[in-house]
């Protein structure tokens, strides 16, 4: 569905319309439902300006592994390799670390969902945009310093000298 609106309240929920987490979602004005066939080709042909998605890591190079942890038994990486390589700006949305370790690595250690894709990162930390020099840290939540944002992070980051404040929404 393109064009998703609020989530029901309790009991007037649709079995016909859920998120891609499963949970209830209704359509909002204009939306337009479709198959997986429709929605690939939108993503295939270009037609989605921006994505967020969720990572187990990412690296110096934007480069994202999100689908694949040894070991365990996964379905497969699904539409995520397609909305990285057919997204205009590709955005993720995840924790700064897992169990005290970093997600924002050097290297991913991780199976690779796709390389170079990954324009800004977005963690309860900071803001860190993706650049052709390495990572930048663009804002930075009010309760971090500078020095804590390094030290949960493996790879190497540079700080803005606009460094602004993450604001609450």
Do not use: Y
Request: hydrophobic content about 45%.
């Amino acid at each position: 569905m393109i064009g998703m609106g609020k989530t029901p309240a309790v009991g007037e929920e649709d079995p016909h319309f859920a998120n891609a987490g499963g949970a209830p979602v209704l359509p909002g004005l204009g939306a337009a439902c479709f198959d997986s066939a429709i929605s690939f080709a939108i993503i295939r042909g270009g037609h989605v300006d921006v994505s967020v998605l969720g990572a187990l890591q990412v690296d110096e190079e934007g480069n994202l592994a999100n689908w694949n942890i040894p070991g365990k038994m996964v379905p497969g990486m699904g539409g995520a390799m397609d909305l990285l390589t057919g997204t205009r700006k590709v955005i993720l949305a995840m924790e700064h670390t897992a169990k005290g370790s970093p997600k924002i690595m050097k290297r991913c250690t991780l199976p690779l969902t796709a390389k170079g894709q990954v324009d800004m990162i977005v963690t309860e930390m900071c803001v860190i945009e993706v650049t052709d020099n390495g990572l930048l840290v663009t804002e930075i939540h009010p309760e971090f310093t500078a020095e804590d944002v390094q030290a949960a992070t493996e790879a190497t980051l540079r700080f803005s000298e606009n460094l602004k404040l993450m604001r609450d929404l």
